[in-house]
């Protein structure tokens, strides 16, 4: 039902940051746990991180842990994704996923492209 989006993808080098977001319509991102994965080149879709909803707790996926951080900015509806020390492997597409009590809603992805 909802409509997501992701945006601020892009080029990078590697050693740079990078900061992508998500919004959708239709919901209150604070009621909802929010999860972001990615799609590398001939790669399958995986986890990256998550924010949950009930206790503001999130969780990483070990190939980015203390590179990436989740956050939320609940005046702007917005879930960000902050990515610094970017390495080759992290050149993805990468997905937005609003997790709902019946359904999960998934965003068209982003592009995020690291260079040598």
């Known amino acids: 039902q909802a409509q997501v989006v992701e945006s601020g993808g892009g080029l990078v080098q590697a050693g740079g940051s990078l900061r992508i977001s998500c919004t959708a319509s239709?919901?209150?991102?604070?009621?909802?746990?929010i999860a972001w994965f990615r799609e590398g080149p001939g790669k399958e879709r995986e986890f990256v991180a998550w924010?949950?909803?009930?206790?503001?707790?999130?969780d990483y996926a070990d190939s980015v842990k203390g590179r990436l951080k989740i956050s939320r900015d609940i005046a702007k509806n917005t879930v960000y994704l902050g990515m610094k020390n970017l390495k080759l492997e992290d050149t993805a597409v990468y997905y937005c996923?609003?997790?709902?009590?019946?359904?999960?809603?998934w965003g068209q992805g982003t592009q995020g492209t690291v260079s040598s």
């Open positions: 996923n609003v997790i709902r009590d019946d359904d999960t809603d």
């Open positions: 239709g919901l209150t991102f604070t009621q909802y746990t």
């Open positions: 924010h949950v909803h009930k206790d503001g707790s999130a």
